[in-house]
């Protein structure tokens, strides 16, 4: 099945404790994305890659990492979180490194920062 | 980043009824998308329109591309319990080497049976 997997689902930690949310597609997508969701927000981009090693900013990048070794994977770290990073965080991706905006989404990873 | 201003924020209707929401921006988009967000999923994707005028059905959804890049609208008719989530709207601005996707806020469905 087609599908972009995240973990954790869940996570509640504390201010300053590293952590690193997985994101890994089985589609052979080039472009992947992380966005976070917040209410009266709507999503907005943190980061996104076209292709392996190639990683750009978006909207809202302070405070997060990503890394784009393997194709298949993107994960998202917050080298030392806060609690203004508390959200519900997705990780999409699109078959075209210049993305038509045809995202597959995943299921998305609330993570809360006390 | 740009800004695409999604309207209504909420909506709650009767079962049977039909929908209407908006999306609008002050700068030019080459593509125009519309994503369903169920409870507790992730966005998945209904209508993408690439053509400004361009008119698209899925079902009871129609979207439609406006004919100045600067809008798009979705239409649900004769809604049903499981229209309800948040609707977005979402753009590729017309820029060279732009493949950043904006967001509008998202439109909050709720459905009375």
């Known amino acids: 099945e087609a599908q972009v997997t995240q973990n954790p689902r869940y996570l509640i930690t504390v201010t300053g404790k590293k952590l690193t949310v997985t994101c890994s597609q089985n589609?052979?997508?080039?472009?992947m994305s992380w966005y976070r969701q917040d209410p009266g927000l709507g999503l907005r981009q943190i980061y996104y890659?076209?292709?392996?090693?190639?990683?750009d900013k978006g909207d809202v990048p302070e405070g997060y990492k990503v890394s784009r070794k393997e194709k298949r994977n993107f994960p998202l770290i917050l080298e030392s979180p806060s609690p203004n990073q508390t959200s519900l965080y997705f990780c999409?991706?699109?078959?075209?490194?210049?993305?038509?905006?045809?995202?597959?989404f995943g299921e998305g990873s609330r993570l809360t920062v006390l | 980043g740009q800004q695409l201003n999604q309207s209504p924020q909420s909506m709650f209707i009767q079962e049977g009824e039909d929908v209407s929401m908006n999306c609008t921006s002050s700068s030019i988009f080459n593509t125009w998308l519309w994503y369903k967000q169920d409870p507790g999923e992730g966005p998945v994707l209904l209508i993408a329109l690439y053509k400004a005028g361009e008119l698209t059905s899925n079902g009871r959804l129609t979207a439609q591309f406006g004919i100045t890049r600067k809008d798009s609208f979705l239409n649900i008719s004769a809604s049903i319990p499981s229209d309800v989530g948040i609707y977005f709207c979402?753009?590729?601005?017309?820029?060279?080497?732009?493949?950043?996707?904006?967001f509008g806020k998202g439109t909050k469905l709720s459905v009375i049976p």
């Open positions: 979402a753009g590729l601005p017309k820029r060279a080497g732009s493949y950043q996707l904006t």
């Open positions: 999409a991706s699109s078959l075209q490194s210049r993305s038509t905006g045809e995202l597959f």
């Open positions: 589609m052979n997508h080039e472009y």
């Open positions: 890659s076209m292709n392996v090693e190639v990683t």
